[in-house]
């Protein structure tokens, strides 16, 4: 079982609706949840960070963490054409060491229909 | 404020020669990773150094070596590079304040595309 699983889609939504991003993980230890966004040959950048159960919420985008179920969610809403991307879930599992790291889900293809 | 900045941005190598990925940032970062990704398996960690002068495997170190340089810089080594390294390779940042354990958030380079014919 892959640490952290998302459906690699393609997600496609019509402009404006909400679009769903979901992500799994098996670390129950894990206490930090990140979604990052990529568009084609770009690097990542952080969008959101979740570290609580519940949802936090930043402009149209809302993070949904739920660590009973071990399950992380990406809502955005009023989706436009500009959040067609990957979007990437990283959880931070600790290493018993001075640091932590982050692992990867393989990302899930959003495209946003005009 | 550069950020974190990587050379070179493209490479053409053939099976068995060597090179250095270079990576550099300037936003006096503790922690640097380097990262590979590859389609469909996403972003794997290949090594990280928490502070100066550390340095960690991540989960595909295998026919890599890294330096740890200063705080700044951090390397990438391929001693003979393979058709199974020919990747997308990123470095990344963070800051790693005390009690801030897994809230600083990771910064990336803008990445090196490797082809090893």
């Known amino acids: 079982q892959k640490e952290v699983e998302q459906n690699s889609g393609p997600l496609s939504v019509p402009e404006g609706a909400i679009a769903s991003l979901n992500c799994t993980y098996s670390?129950?230890?894990?206490?930090?949840f990140f979604w990052y966004r990529q568009y084609s040959g770009k690097s990542p950048e952080l969008i959101m960070s979740?570290?609580?159960?519940g949802d936090k919420e930043d402009g149209r985008f809302t993070a949904q963490l739920n660590k009973a179920s071990q399950y992380v969610s990406l809502l955005i809403r009023d989706s436009q054409p500009s959040d067609s991307a990957t979007y990437l879930c990283a959880v931070r599992v600790p290493t018993g060491g001075a640091t932590n790291k982050l692992i990867f889900g393989t990302g899930t293809l959003l495209a946003v229909q005009p | 404020n550069a950020g974190v900045t990587q050379t070179p941005k493209f490479q053409v190598l053939k099976t068995g020669q060597s090179m250095t990925l270079q990576c550099a940032q300037d936003m006096n970062h503790n922690s640097m990773y380097w990262y590979r990704q590859d389609p469909g398996m996403g972003l794997r960690l290949i090594y990280y150094?928490?502070?100066?002068?550390?340095?960690d495997k991540g989960e595909v170190p295998n026919g890599y070596n890294v330096s740890r340089l200063n705080k700044r810089e951090f390397s990438l080594r391929l001693e003979s590079a393979a058709p199974s390294q020919t990747s997308v390779y990123f470095c990344?940042?963070?800051?790693?304040?005390?009690?801030?354990?897994?809230?600083?958030?990771?910064?990336f380079g803008p990445g090196t595309r490797l082809t090893v014919l």
């Open positions: 979740i570290y609580s159960n």
């Open positions: 990344a940042s963070r800051r790693q304040l005390t009690g801030t354990w897994g809230t600083d958030t990771q910064y």
């Open positions: 150094s928490a502070s100066e002068g550390t340095t």
């Open positions: 670390d129950r230890g894990s206490q930090s």
